[in-house]
Nanobody, 129 residues
Framework: QVQLVESGGGLVQAGGSLRLSCAASGRTFTTYSMGWFRQAPGKEREFVAVTNWVGGSVYYAYYADSVKGRFTISRDNAKDTVDLQMNSLKPEDTAVYYC???????????????????WGQGTQVTVSS
C-alpha cells in the first residue's frame, strides 16, 4: 500500500520561504510521477508542480504558472522523498498542500485531482501579509 506523508508546513510572512517534504513508502517510486497540489479554503484542489520520469535517470519538472520561478520541486529516489522549495511566498499561496502520485502515468501541467491515485494527508501553509 502506497503511503505519502508530508511535513514542513507552517506560518511564514510574505516574501519568506518554506520547504515541504513528502516521504513515500510502499512501492519503488523511481518511475512514478510525484507531485504537489494545494487547496485553499472554499476553492478546488489545484495542481502546483510535478516531477515526471522520462527515462534513465532523467526527470522533468513542470509548474503551475502561479508558482513558476518561485517554487522548485525535487526528488531523492534513494530516500523516496519529494520536496517542494517555496520562495517569495505570497498570501495567495496559503493552502493545505498535498503530496500526490499517479503511479507510472505522467502528469501534465494543470492536471486535475481525479487523475491522482494516492494522496498524502496534507500540510498547512499560511502566508501572512
Amino acid at each position: 500500500q502506497v503511503q505519502l506523508v508530508e511535513s514542513g508546513g507552517g506560518l511564514v510572512q510574505a516574501g519568506g520561504s518554506l520547504r515541504l517534504s513528502c516521504a513515500a513508502s510502499g512501492r519503488t517510486f523511481t518511475t512514478y510521477s510525484m507531485g504537489w497540489f494545494r487547496q485553499a479554503p472554499g476553492k478546488e484542489r489545484e495542481f502546483v508542480a510535478v516531477t515526471n520520469w522520462v527515462g534513465g535517470s532523467v526527470y522533468y519538472a513542470y509548474y503551475a504558472d502561479s508558482v513558476k520561478g518561485r517554487f522548485t520541486i525535487s526528488r531523492d529516489n534513494a530516500k523516496d522523498t519529494v520536496d517542494l522549495q517555496m520562495n517569495s511566498l505570497k498570501p495567495e499561496d496559503t493552502a493545505v498542500y498535498y503530496c500526490a502520485t499517479s503511479g507510472d502515468r505522467r502528469l501534465t501541467v494543470g492536471v486535475g485531482p481525479k487523475n491522482i491515485d494516492y494522496w498524502g494527508q496534507g500540510t498547512q501553509v499560511t502566508v501572512s501579509s
